[in-house]
């Protein structure tokens, strides 16, 4: 038997019927059906075999179809069953529903207008509709996320086994209990204000909390559903691993840039005073040497910065703006000595960024293009589909080398940390950093998956 076919058990005290039933429905249908003529012959094969679907009459003696669906739901209570009546009337199709099948014809209408196939359309629906419950459940039950169904006054409907654990018990004993009494008042009350709120809206509603020591992020789905009183499905993941690597993650940064707050304070003390014992010395007979010194403090001047410039873009990005992007670009240029180099911006519109560390970014390969080249060169921001580019007409870069590296650097002068502080502030925003060679030859930098607008 293919895997996936349909598995079904036709019963009705016409052998005839019964037989032809099944012989249809597995010879034209590529089903796997099985014909029984009695409601007890049908309960001995259902209590050896497993099967998909049952499809029964109604009047039979011994055992009508709902006495052997009776006796079906007390040992599978949900094997989907379906019922073939010759009555038709609401009295009967009444009891059947109570009853819980899962649909049913009139056998008139299979039998002398031979719809084999709307019956059999009707078996592939609910046993398709029955096995994606089955996953649904599975998915439910093994689920490492706490799942639940609440009513909008906070009474748990059912809960799985993730989130009765976490409340020390099982879902058997939380199913009729108000979240009220089975966790911390606050956290309970924020949770049924949410379930309301996604029933009101009929839209989904995310909050984040804690309970017992551990963070949770919460989703609030509203229920369709034929019932009268409004429901939500909550499914709430534990964070706690990734709430307390962020703040791990924030410590160490404010550790980091404390540490090259002193660092770059305590050098620039000794580094003023050789500067300000330089400008006094009287060396008229060695110039060369008084400018190799004076070089050599303005390279560890720049160092200084750039170590504390470093420290501080290593921070993710919370609350980004939209900020222009000629505005920023003109504003970082202003920032560098650009030594005769020309800025042309082609690129309009605004992105989601951190204005002041965004304008950092500009900068420093703004920089990097005016220090890395003999001569003055012109500077282009353009636009991408999916973010912008900086690019230069100078002598370029070599694309196979570590140039985000910290320390790298190709200039007698640079520092080696101007590019990975572009690559951090990248990387904080999220964004993706590559490069290339411009079409003027130089070096292009590609600053991807940006969020822009015009």
């Not at 009459?57 to 079906?72: A, F, H, K, N, R």
Request: aromatic share 4%; charged share 30%.
């Amino acid at each position: 038997m293919a895997e996936g076919t349909i598995r079904t058990l036709v019963v009705d005290d016409s052998e005839f019927f019964a037989d032809m039933t099944a012989e249809t429905l597995t010879q034209e249908h590529d089903m796997d059906a099985v014909s029984v003529h009695s409601g007890t012959a049908a309960a001995e094969r259902l209590a050896e075999e497993e099967f998909d679907c049952v499809v029964s009459d109604y009047e039979m003696p011994e055992m009508d179809g709902l006495e052997l669906l009776s006796t079906v739901r007390s040992e599978d209570p949900s094997l989907p069953f379906i019922l073939l009546t010759g009555r038709g009337d609401e009295e009967t199709a009444s009891k059947a529903i109570r009853a819980g099948v899962a649909d049913y014809l009139l056998k008139l209408e299979v039998v002398e207008d031979k719809q084999y196939g709307r019956l059999a359309n009707r078996i592939e629906s609910v046993v398709a509709q029955d096995r994606t419950r089955k996953k649904f459940e599975s998915l439910v039950a093994n689920s490492p996320d706490g799942i639940a169904h609440i009513t909008a006054k906070g009474v748990l409907l059912s809960a799985n086994p993730s989130l009765a654990d976490r409340l020390g018990t099982t879902p058997e004993a939380l199913a009729g209990e108000r979240l009220i009494d089975v966790m911390d008042t606050e956290t309970a009350r924020r949770r049924v204000a949410a379930v309301r709120e996604a029933i009101d809206e009929g839209e989904t509603v995310e909050t984040t909390d804690s309970l017992d020591g551990r963070h949770y992020q919460n989703q609030f789905v509203p229920v369709e559903s034929h019932r009268e009183r409004a429901t939500a499905q909550l499914v709430s993941r534990d964070v706690t691993e990734r709430v307390e690597r962020e703040r791990e993650l924030e410590r160490q940064n404010e550790r980091l840039e404390e540490f090259a707050s002193v660092v770059s304070h305590d050098l620039r003390n000794p580094l003023n005073v050789a500067a300000s014992a330089l400008e006094l010395l009287d060396v008229e007979d060695d110039n060369e040497m008084v400018a190799k010194i004076d070089r050599s403090l303005d390279r560890m001047s720049d160092i200084i910065e750039d170590v504390l410039t470093l420290a501080r873009e290593g921070r993710a990005v919370h609350e980004p703006e939209w900020v222009a992007i000629d505005s920023l670009a003109e504003e970082a240029w202003a920032d560098v000595a650009t030594d005769g180099a020309t800025l042309s911006v082609t690129v309009t519109g605004e992105i989601e960024a951190d204005p002041t560390r965004a304008r950092d970014l500009f900068a420093n390969l703004f920089r990097n293009a005016v220090e890395h080249n003999d001569g003055p060169v012109t500077v282009t921001v353009g636009p991408r589909d999916d973010g912008i580019y900086v690019a230069d007409d100078g002598t370029g870069i070599d694309e196979e080398s570590d140039v985000f590296e910290m320390g790298h650097s190709t200039a007698d002068d640079g520092t080696g940390i101007g590019l990975a502080i572009v690559a951090q502030i990248a990387d904080a925003h999220g964004w993706g950093l590559d490069l290339t060679e411009s079409e003027d030859g130089g070096a292009r930098f590609d600053v991807t998956d940006v969020a822009s607008r015009e």
